[in-house]
Nanobody, 130 residues
Framework: QVQLVESGGGLVQPGGSLTLSCEAS??????????IGWFRQSPGKEREGISC????????YYADSVKGRFTISRDTAKNTVYLRMDSLKPEDTAVYYC?????????????????????WGQGTQVTVSS
């Protein structure tokens, strides 16, 4: 059974940085065979796909809202995917989730579709405030 566990959230001042981690376990194949996405949701808003990476199809996606500030990466040896967040803004405040797609679908050059991800972590809170 696939399990995803996020960590690294917290309170940070505007302009600061955080790195979120998503530790994965239970994959039938190695982490490299799965698309991994990062999503976020704040109160009263829909869940937003902000970044994803599919190593097999060589696709990396960033939403316009985070492009140039966030960086997704993965460490296969540690079965962990990271989201480095720089130049954080108050509007980045949300619960951040990682998700995996065993089919590889869901992560595209122009979007990341949450309905195509089958496994989700429990989320980690990020609050950007002075």
């Amino acid at each position: 059974q696939v399990q995803l566990v996020e960590s690294g959230g917290g309170l940070v001042q505007p302009g600061g940085s955080l790195t979120l981690s998503c530790e994965a376990s239970g994959f039938t194949l190695g982490l490299d065979y799965y698309a991994i996405g990062w999503f976020r949701q704040s109160p009263g808003k829909e869940r937003e796909g902000i970044s994803c990476h599919n190593k097999m199809s060589k696709v990396t996606y960033y939403a316009d809202s985070v492009k140039g500030r966030f960086t997704i990466s993965r460490d296969t040896a540690k079965n962990t995917v990271y989201l480095r967040m720089d130049s954080l803004k108050p509007e980045d405040t949300a619960v951040y989730y990682c998700a995996s797609s065993e089919t590889g679908y869901g992560c595209y050059e122009s979007t990341s579709r949450s309905v195509e991800y089958g496994n989700w972590g429990q989320g980690t809170q990020v609050t950007v405030s002075s």
